[in-house]
């Protein structure tokens, strides 16, 4: 078993197919720790796949980690380093508007497919809480 991978965008058909849940998968299986790194286009995804309970039980077990990027990642590179770094596109000398928060985002997406008020609240707020968020 090896000891960590980190999955992020994890398309196997390009850039618009879907997430790729079979890999994710196989990482929980041969890795000791899976970090999964999601964007906003992949929360519905995520939640659609494993539903609530059963994230929130992942996250919670330690079967894996998951961090919400709501900007673009990208990896810098200098003298021969590497590393993750943040992209932020703004419109000129107008501030670009703050990306929404993972829990704003689980909540709405929750609503739209019909659950109750509450209950999304409630499961948005502990995803939240089980998630680390990117700085905005």
Do not use: C
């Not at 196997?12 to 000791?32: N, Q």
């Not at 980690?65 to 021969?80: E, I, K, Q």
């Amino acid at each position: 078993m090896l000891e960590r991978i980190v999955v992020h965008e994890v398309q196997t058909g390009g850039p618009d197919s879907p997430f790729d849940f079979g890999l994710l998968a196989e990482a929980m299986i041969f890795y000791g720790h899976t970090h999964l790194v999601i964007s906003r286009s992949q929360v519905a995804e995520v939640l659609a796949t494993f539903g609530v309970d059963t994230l929130a039980e992942y996250l919670r077990a330690g079967h894996m980690t998951m961090a919400y990027v709501p900007n673009m990642l990208a990896v810098v590179s200098r003298d021969g380093l590497h590393d993750l770094g943040l992209v932020r596109i703004s419109g000129g000398t107008t501030a670009a508007p703050q990306p929404e928060g993972f829990y704003d985002v689980v909540e709405r997406r929750l609503r739209e497919t019909g659950a109750d008020p509450s209950w999304a609240r409630h499961s948005a707020q502990t995803l939240a809480e089980l998630t680390k968020e990117m700085s905005r």
